[in-house]
């Protein structure tokens, strides 16, 4: 599927809310609930760049949007909330623009190795200074190589967005169709230019070897591969945040619903990484007290025909407050539904368990069938 795309010039600024000719898809990325790989909070860095004159490489990564202040200027010029590299020049008078080829670099390592599928290179508040075309190239490198072995002439890399024109103070969007899993990107501007944000939506892929070794760990862990499927409400905060790594820090890292005014529940339905025995669970609250769940329960599913069995029967919760649960037999799913009654929410969601023996054969071959 292609994304709508945008090219050429914003206008400049003229004062007021400095998103309202932002461009973005009406009705967004058809990619964009997949988990951020590129993730500060999943450990996703920028580990290098060939050039940060004007704005550090760090900002690609931030959370949130970028932020404009027209009058904030500092000794090498103007404040950008990005990643933005000096103006190229030729080689003298009689050429001074830059060569056909001429580009600036980043190097990120995503926060969790996995297959991309659909990367947004944001340009906000870059007007006149964004790059006139970026692409993106991918490769899956073992253990945690310096900047240099990146850089080395023995690495391939996988073109995942070709050389693309883009517009400025705008959400581009790119689908990607490589079913491989990926460690670190190696992002483009041609010629130069800023880039406020860089999001690489995918899926995680995790190494079966080391989640056997741990034994027992998260099975719905974002960085686990678990995953948020479905949920009844996402009007304050993601359901995702609920398996985000860490304790949250303030309310909106953690799921918050609407107040409900039927007599319904919320409710979140995760798949965990694979088949897998659970143990015990814990649910946390953490910065919820007028507003945290009253109840949760948790039903499991073993296989996506299976049938939904309650595991926890509605359980009294804490406002701010962590709550192990261990069960009362060990049980076998793939499919977890958390129930909150009747609304509010909570913060993080452990499931503490191991994998059977088919899950983690499963999990080899989708390894090995990603490229390793
Ligand atoms: N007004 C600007 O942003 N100018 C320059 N950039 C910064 N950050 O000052 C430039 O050359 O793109």
């Given at each position: 599927?292609?994304?709508?795309?945008?090219?050429?010039?914003?206008?400049?600024?003229?004062?007021?809310?400095?998103?309202?000719?932002?461009?973005?898809?009406?009705?967004?990325?058809?990619?964009?609930?997949?988990?951020?790989?590129?993730?500060?909070?999943?450990?996703?860095?920028?580990?290098?760049?060939?050039?940060?004159?004007?704005?550090?490489?760090?900002?690609?990564?931030?959370?949130?949007?970028?932020?404009?202040?027209?009058?904030?200027?500092?000794?090498?010029?103007?404040?950008?909330?990005?990643?933005?590299?000096?103006?190229?020049?030729?080689?003298?008078?009689?050429?001074?623009?830059?060569?056909?080829?001429?580009?600036?670099?980043?190097?990120?390592?995503?926060?969790?190795?996995?297959?991309?599928?659909?990367?947004?290179?944001?340009?906000?508040?870059?007007?006149?200074?964004?790059?006139?075309?970026?692409?993106?190239?991918?490769?899956?490198?073992?253990?945690?190589?310096?900047?240099?072995?990146?850089?080395?002439?023995?690495?391939?890399?996988?073109?995942?967005?070709?050389?693309?024109?883009?517009?400025?103070?705008?959400?581009?969007?790119?689908?990607?169709?490589?079913?491989e899993r990926?460690?670190?990107?190696?992002?483009?501007?041609?010629?130069?230019?800023?880039?406020?944000?860089?999001?690489?939506?995918?899926?995680?892929v995790?190494?079966p070897?080391?989640?056997?070794?741990?034994?027992?760990?998260?099975?719905?862990?974002?960085?686990?591969?678990?995953?948020?499927?479905?949920?009844?409400?996402?009007?304050?905060?993601?359901?995702?945040?609920?398996?985000?790594?860490?304790?949250?820090?303030?309310?909106?890292?953690?799921?918050?619903?609407?107040?409900?005014?039927?007599?319904?529940?919320?409710?979140?339905?995760?798949?965990?990484?694979?088949?897998?025995?659970?143990?015990?669970?814990?649910?946390?609250?953490?910065?919820?007290?007028?507003?945290?769940?009253?109840?949760?329960?948790?039903?499991?599913?073993?296989?996506?025909?299976?049938?939904?069995?309650?595991?926890?029967?509605?359980?009294?919760?804490?406002?701010?407050?962590?709550?192990?649960?261990?069960?009362?037999?060990?049980?076998?799913?793939?499919?977890?539904?958390?129930?909150?009654?009747?609304?509010?929410?909570?913060?993080?969601?452990?499931?503490?368990?191991?994998?059977?023996?088919?899950?983690?054969t499963r999990l080899r071959a989708r390894l090995r069938a990603l490229g390793g």
């Open positions: 599927m292609t994304c709508p795309s945008f090219t050429g010039d914003a206008e400049p600024y003229r004062g007021g809310d400095p998103y309202a000719d932002y461009r973005v898809p009406t009705g967004g990325f058809p990619f964009a609930d997949r988990v951020d790989l590129a993730d500060r909070r999943l450990g996703a860095g920028v580990v290098a760049a060939n050039d940060e004159f004007f704005a550090e490489r760090e900002n690609l990564l931030s959370p949130g949007p970028a932020v404009f202040d027209p009058g904030h200027f500092g000794h090498k010029g103007k404040i950008m909330d990005g990643w933005e590299t000096r103006r190229r020049r030729g080689t003298g008078a009689d050429r001074p623009h830059p060569g056909d080829t001429d580009h600036d670099w980043a190097l990120i390592r995503l926060g969790t190795p996995g297959v991309v599928r659909g990367i947004v290179v944001d340009t906000a508040h870059f007007r006149g200074n964004h790059p006139q075309s970026v692409s993106v190239e991918a490769t899956r490198l073992p253990g945690t190589p310096s900047p240099g072995e990146l850089l080395a002439d023995s690495v391939t890399w996988t073109t995942l967005v070709p050389r693309t024109p883009v517009g400025g103070h705008a959400a581009n969007g790119f689908t990607v169709t490589a079913e990926f460690t670190h990107l190696r992002l483009k501007q041609h010629p130069d230019g800023g880039i406020a944000r860089l999001r690489v939506h995918g899926d995680v995790p190494d070897d080391w989640l056997a070794a741990l034994g027992t760990f998260d099975l719905a862990a974002l960085e686990n591969g678990g995953q948020v499927e479905d949920a009844s409400d996402r009007f304050y905060s993601s359901p995702t945040n609920t398996i985000r790594p860490g304790r949250s820090r303030k309310m909106d890292d953690g799921w918050e619903t609407r107040r409900r005014r039927d007599r319904g529940h919320d409710w979140i339905r995760y798949r965990l990484v694979e088949r897998a025995r659970i143990r015990a669970v814990e649910i946390d609250t953490a910065y919820l007290k007028g507003n945290s769940a009253g109840w949760a329960s948790l039903r499991l599913r073993d296989g996506a025909d299976g049938d939904w069995t309650e595991i926890l029967p509605p359980a009294r919760l804490q406002p701010d407050t962590n709550h192990r649960f261990v069960l009362e037999r060990p049980v076998t799913g793939d499919g977890l539904r958390l129930g909150i009654h009747p609304d509010g929410g909570i913060s993080r969601l452990r499931v503490l368990g191991s994998l059977t023996d088919d899950g983690i």
